[in-house]
């Protein structure tokens, strides 16, 4: 089944494990990047989202598109200014592909956009599905307009699949090195009430996902990309406790504090999503990690200095 897939946003966090993991299925991998590199490992094409341009053999070489491309949301505080480059990095760089699509020659049989769940906004205990309704905080709105820009390549009869992905746990990067390093240091502490929920996912079983999505027709339309077990942020930071042989002896953050910290970014942190693997699994699609202490034991077993 093994196919030539580009990637846009492919030296992130999820590009670079889903790249191997795909080589190691007999795959052939590309990269888009802004600046090529003669010396990566992956054949890369060159595209620069604020010219709009893009290199259309990019698009000519592949069978699946994966667009992972977007600016970190946790790597600069959230200006007026950032904030502008986050939405900007995610719509403009999908209507850069659904152009560059359009205008050229091409065999891709299908396309597959990430979004995140951060588009059912501040959900509370309530279970999210596919067809609950939106937030209409600044990530929401985000989400919205990023799933209204990859909605349109379906209009010209790709298959489209969007996977709205929670936490993504990777010792590697994103989330999870950042709440580990204050348990690791004995000041971890549950953020705000605690009673957020958190709707995480092994990285492992999202590439896993994503592989699935390239070569499972019946996949099309919106996925929740998570475990099926979400926890609260107080669940969340005892089992990483626990994994990492730390006692917790710090009372919670209050929220005012992470609020002068991270400014609006805080949002993030104390705002939760319990949010549903159900459609996912009625795929047949069958989690490795299905619960928080085996992903994390995954990373920790041997952390015990």
Not at 138 to 147: I, P, Q, R, S, Y
Not at 202 to 223: K, N
Not at 225 to 234: E, S
Request: aromatic share 8%; proline share 3%; net charge neutral.
């Amino acid at each position: 089944m093994a196919g030539k897939i580009l990637i846009s946003g492919g030296s992130g966090l999820i590009g670079t494990r889903l790249s191997e993991m795909l080589i190691d299925q007999g795959y052939e991998v590309a990269h888009l990047s802004r600046n090529p590199d003669k010396f990566s490992h992956y054949k890369t094409f060159r595209w620069d989202i604020k010219d709009a341009s893009i290199d259309d053999s990019a698009i000519t070489y592949a069978d699946y598109i994966i667009h992972l491309a977007g600016a970190g949301l946790a790597d600069e505080k959230w200006t007026n200014e950032r904030k502008r480059e986050i939405l900007r990095s995610r719509v403009d760089s999908t209507q850069l592909l659904l152009d560059s699509l359009r205008k050229t020659e091409h065999h891709v049989k299908g396309f597959i956009s990430a979004s995140a769940t951060g588009i059912y906004g501040n959900s509370g205990d309530q279970l999210m599905s596919e067809e609950s309704s939106y937030g209409e905080d600044f990530m929401a709105e985000v989400c919205k307009a990023w799933e209204g820009a990859a909605w349109q390549i379906k209009n010209l009869g790709i298959r489209t699949v969007i996977l709205r992905t929670g936490i993504a746990l990777s010792d590697k990067g994103g989330a999870l090195p950042q709440i580990a390093r204050p348990v690791k240091m004995m000041a971890g502490a549950p953020l705000g009430s605690g009673k957020q929920y958190m709707s995480w996912i092994h990285i492992d079983d999202l590439c896993r996902l994503y592989i699935r999505a390239i070569e499972d027709t019946q996949f099309e339309g919106v996925y929740n990309a998570v475990a099926p077990h979400p926890v609260t942020n107080k669940e969340f930071t005892e089992t990483l406790a626990k994994s990492m042989h730390r006692p917790l002896v710090l009372p919670k953050v209050p929220s005012f504090a992470l609020n002068l910290m991270l400014g609006e970014m805080s949002e993030v942190v104390l705002s939760g999503q319990r949010v549903s693997a159900n459609k996912v699994m009625q795929t047949g699609f069958t989690f490795e990690y299905n619960y928080l202490d085996e992903a994390l034991a995954s990373f920790y077993k041997k952390d015990k200095n």
